[in-house]
């Protein structure tokens, strides 16, 4: 299933290679891509979005509800 993120505090590569670390640290099979310019997250995964959600709020980012 594809879920979208709103993310702010993204500002550099870095901050997009943390992110798919710890989605796919969540979920191998976790598909994601990353819009910096627009905030946004698209993950392709089954894993609720509430855990999604949390893992990229422990590397720092916040989610928008």
């Given amino acids: 299933m594809q879920q979208q993120f709103q993310v ?3 500002s550099c590569g870095h901050c997009e290679r ?3 670390r710890a989605i796919q640290q969540l979920d191998p099979q976790a598909q ?3 819009d910096r310019a627009q905030g946004q997250v698209t993950v392709q995964s089954e894993q609720p979005r509430s855990a999604l959600a949390a893992v990229i709020t422990e590397e720092g980012y916040t989610v928008a509800p």
């Fill in 32 to 34: 994601v891509q990353i």
């Fill in 18 to 20: 943390a992110i798919s």
């Fill in 8 to 10: 702010q505090g993204m």
